[in-house]
């Protein structure tokens, strides 16, 4: 088996179209001749490449290309029937939370927020039956581990599905499937496509059963990738590694540099050694990322930090070439209830910095800048 670094560049294996290094962009709706191909709905070679590269690299069989992150989780709980019980992590993309509780909860299926980091809690939850585990590890925003191998074991011992969302370490960092997961997703516009300029989604499965359901859910809800943006997440893949160890590498150098500030209360990073995540991370993962959440001790600084720097930006999204920075509570948490938001720790004092590309020092004095000013 080759290495993530080479699987990177040669994931999607052979390419039979007049041997192109870059594989070609099938930007055709449909295909005559009644063959492989004949309806881009269903089945496209670009699409195909793209779905074939991310399953090898997740360690899987099959892979499903969607039209945004959310759009593969819809697919995902669209395997559930009403009456299900899903387990799903309390501290939750708000995203995420919108689609439970605006339209899965009005098809009869219950959705219970457990603490995912408590394998014990998880167990008694699953005793009173579950149909489905869904784990985001690390979490958004609060960057909390789940013991991925633990629930693995649990979920096979009482038949309840095993859904990771790995948007957060990319399969170049971490492989659930490794621990059990039978489904594994992507917000596939961070990491993988690393650009800034795409909205994408993947599924990938080990099972074939699951995936001959998710075929038929992709062809019919039409909610699968376009051959263009499926070539743009490919072409983003071939730097994956690079990118991942530099993302990590200043992740790592900024949450120490934010615990230094006296203006910051407190650092959420699992790369950092009194993180309560930390060693089990070292243990299921290959690395811990490039996200660092962080806790102002002033609201005012958050403002400050919200107009921005000359290098970081206040947008929403992660994982791209440039450095973001994020307000949960006005963005990507919106949707979540005060009382929830405020009991997993999403204040109005939390930022959530998605490091970039930029060299650590300039991002350091960009920080210094912003606090100063």
């Known amino acids: 088996m080759f290495e993530r670094d080479t699987l990177s560049i040669i994931g999607e294996g052979e390419n039979p179209y007049e041997d192109s290094v870059s594989f070609p962009i099938f930007q055709s709706s449909t295909f005559g001749g009644g063959k492989e191909y004949?309806?881009?709905?269903?089945?496209?070679?670009?699409r195909?490449?793209?779905e074939k590269a991310v399953a090898r690299l997740e360690g899987a069989r099959f892979g499903f290309a969607f039209s945004s992150g959310l759009a593969s989780i819809n697919s995902v709980f669209s395997l559930l029937r009403s009456g299900d019980t899903v387990l799903v992590s309390d501290d939750l993309y708000g995203g995420t939370y919108r689609l439970i509780t605006k339209i899965y909860q009005?098809?009869?299926?219950?959705?219970?927020?457990?603490?995912m980091t408590d394998a014990e809690n998880i167990a008694k939850h699953l005793c009173n039956g579950a149909s489905m585990v869904f784990v985001e590890s690390p979490t958004n925003p609060m960057m909390k581990i789940a013991p991925l191998p633990e629930i693995g074991l649990l979920c096979k011992e009482k038949g309840a599905l095993f859904v990771v969302d790995n948007t957060f370490l990319s399969p170049y960092f971490q492989n659930p499937i490794e621990f059990g997961a039978d489904i594994v997703i992507h917000s596939a516009t961070k990491y993988l496509s690393g650009h800034h300029d795409t909205l994408s989604g993947i599924a990938v499965t080990d099972r074939e059963d699951i995936a001959e359901k998710l075929n038929i859910i992709a062809m019919t809800l039409g909610n699968c990738l376009s051959p263009f943006d499926s070539w743009l997440v490919l072409r983003g893949m071939r730097t994956l590694p690079m990118r991942m160890e530099k993302h990590e590498e200043n992740a790592k150098s900024i949450a120490r540099f934010l615990k230094s500030l006296p203006e910051v209360e407190k650092v959420f990073y699992p790369g950092l050694p009194e993180h309560l995540g930390?060693?089990?991370?070292?243990?299921?993962?290959?690395?811990?990322?490039?996200?660092v959440s962080f806790t102002l001790k002033e609201k005012k600084h958050v403002q400050a930090f919200l107009k921005g720097g000359n290098i970081i930006k206040f947008a929403e999204s992660l994982g791209g070439f440039r450095s973001l920075i994020t307000y949960p509570l006005t963005q990507t948490h919106f949707s979540i209830p005060e009382e929830m938001r405020e009991k997993i720790g999403i204040t109005d004092r939390l930022l959530r910095l998605s490091l970039g590309l930029e060299s650590d020092r300039d991002i350091k004095e960009d920080i210094m800048k912003i606090l100063r000013d």
């Open 278 to 291: 930390h060693e089990l991370c070292k243990k299921q993962a290959k690395g811990f990322g490039g996200v």
């Open 38 to 46: 004949s309806y881009s709905r269903c089945s496209n070679p670009t």
């Open 48 to 50: 195909n490449a793209l």
């Open 106 to 115: 009005n098809y009869g299926i219950k959705f219970v927020f457990v603490d």
